[in-house]
């Protein structure tokens, strides 16, 4: 399975942005999906996740700013980020955890990563 997250930018105090992850390979493999970030001198964090049926959880410094959702016809996750903050501002990363026909887990795919910085 492979992961393409769209290009991040440069965003104000307060504004939005969506990110977006393409999916390609064994889609069939994927069962929940996520978005993880990285900042400088920080550990990376978990952003937000979301099932195959759907539903989302999120971490407590993003819940009711930013939305999480996917598109399982066209294989792809979004990340819908509003009210941003300069402690927004990391490298975020696309996931998805990969599952045999079996039943087993196989690990994690990740995506390339994509800068999103949040400054005035």
């Known amino acids: 399975v492979q992961l393409v997250e769209s290009v991040g930018g440069l965003v104000q105090p307060g504004g939005s942005l969506r990110l977006s992850c393409v999916a390609s390979?064994?889609?069939?493999?994927?069962?929940?999906m996520g978005w993880y970030r990285h900042a400088p001198g920080k550990q990376r964090e978990l952003v937000a996740t979301?099932?195959?049926?759907?539903?989302?959880t999120y971490a407590a410094s993003v819940k009711g700013r930013f939305t999480i959702s996917r598109d399982n016809a066209k294989n792809i996750l979004y990340l819908q980020m509003n009210s941003l903050k300069p402690e927004d501002t990391a490298v975020y990363y696309c996931s998805a955890s990969l599952w045999s026909a079996s039943g087993s887990f196989e690990g994690r795919a990740w995506g390339q990563g994509t800068q999103v910085t949040v400054s005035s």
């Open positions: 390979g064994i889609i069939a493999s994927i069962n929940d």
């Open positions: 979301i099932n195959n049926g759907g539903v989302p």
